[in-house]
């Protein structure tokens, strides 16, 4: 049994089911079964992990889990990993961030020390781990979305910035592979997961322009407006103009590092960004 931590989520849905693909029983958490649209061959299970659920529960004859940050936060993350312990899990696949680079620059800003902290957790617990260092994923593009769809344009601070964006049937193939594998080879392992190529903002913003015939531009705004739209409940805005002030520094940046780890890990080489937008396109319509 393969538990999954934001099943509902963009990495999480595609995760339960490949796993169910490759013929393992998936228990898949989510705040609400009724709307979780997750396939009946899951055992969907309510759990609100920053919530008063009882944790041990979640994970009872759980071989291993996937734990996603983004399903409840970091401490609720923490507290996840404390009772795979008590409960005999014995795997972890951590979706961690590329930010983390095991430098002293994990302490410099909040993503990174984010999952930096939560990767020590993982480390520390005892169990086998494999970590995936994904980003900046293509799935950010979608905060796009309303402004496409209604005139095309997109507000950024940087259009020139650059990135190398993963889809996230990539990130959930590795997840997958490292949560099945057998043969001990992910163990250990902290991969950088990235897209096949560097494309900057208003590149990115063309190719959701070709996947769905609409006309797209992007238009720049100051950092501190961009920041402005960024920041939400969980994401304050010091924190969200920290990155928005990441991706200018890509604008001239040495190239960006693209890794081979999705076609080393799966066999298969990582989904373009083309490939992305044209999966996406209802998205954008
Ligand atoms: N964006 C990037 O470029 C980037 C780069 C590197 C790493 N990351 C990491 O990736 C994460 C995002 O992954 P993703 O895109 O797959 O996530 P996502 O689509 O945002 O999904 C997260 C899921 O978590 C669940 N959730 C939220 N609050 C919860 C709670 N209190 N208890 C239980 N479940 C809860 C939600 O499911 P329900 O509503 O069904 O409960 C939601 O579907 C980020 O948080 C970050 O850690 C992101």
Redesign the pocket.
């Known amino acids: 049994m393969i538990v999954v931590?934001?099943?509902?989520?963009?990495?999480?849905?595609v995760l339960v089911r490949r796993l169910l693909a490759e013929g393992a029983a998936v228990r898949a958490?989510?705040?609400?079964p009724a709307?979780?649209g997750l396939p009946a061959e899951a055992e969907t299970v309510r759990?609100?992990?920053?919530?008063a659920d009882a944790l041990e529960p979640l994970l009872a004859g759980a071989e291993a889990l996937f734990l996603?940050?983004?399903?409840?936060?970091d401490h609720?993350a923490a507290a996840l990993t404390e009772a795979a312990v008590r409960a005999g899990v014995r795997r972890i696949v951590l979706?961690?961030?590329?930010?983390v680079t095991d430098t002293p620059d994990d302490d410099a800003h909040h993503?990174a020390r984010?999952?930096a902290g939560l990767e020590r957790a993982v480390r520390d617990s005892g169990l086998e781990w494999t970590f995936v260092?994904?980003?900046?994923?293509a799935?950010?593009a979608l905060a796009w979305a309303p402004a496409i769809r209604t005139s095309g344009v997109v507000r950024d601070a940087h259009p020139d910035a650059r990135g190398v964006p993963v889809h996230?049937a990539d990130?959930a193939d590795v997840a997958a592979t490292a949560l099945l594998d057998r043969s001990g080879a992910h163990l250990g392992q902290a991969y950088l997961v990235t897209g096949p190529a560097e494309l900057t903002v208003a590149q990115q913003v063309a190719e959701i322009g070709r996947a769905t015939g609409k006309e797209t531009r992007v238009e720049q705004i100051s950092e501190e407006a961009a920041a402005e739209a960024m920041a939400g409940p969980h994401f304050p805005k010091e924190a969200a103009l920290e990155l928005v002030r990441m991706f200018g520094r890509t604008v001239d940046a040495p190239a960006f590092p693209v890794s081979d780890a999705v076609e080393q890990i799966t066999g298969r080489p990582a989904r373009t960004f083309a490939q992305w937008a044209r999966d996406h396109a209802a998205d954008f319509s």
């Open positions: 931590t934001g099943a509902t989520g963009n990495i999480g849905r958490l989510t705040r609400d709307r979780a759990a609100d992990l920053t919530g996603n940050l983004a399903a409840g936060g609720a979706n961690s961030s590329m930010a993503i984010l999952h260092r994904g980003g900046n994923y799935t950010n996230e990130l």
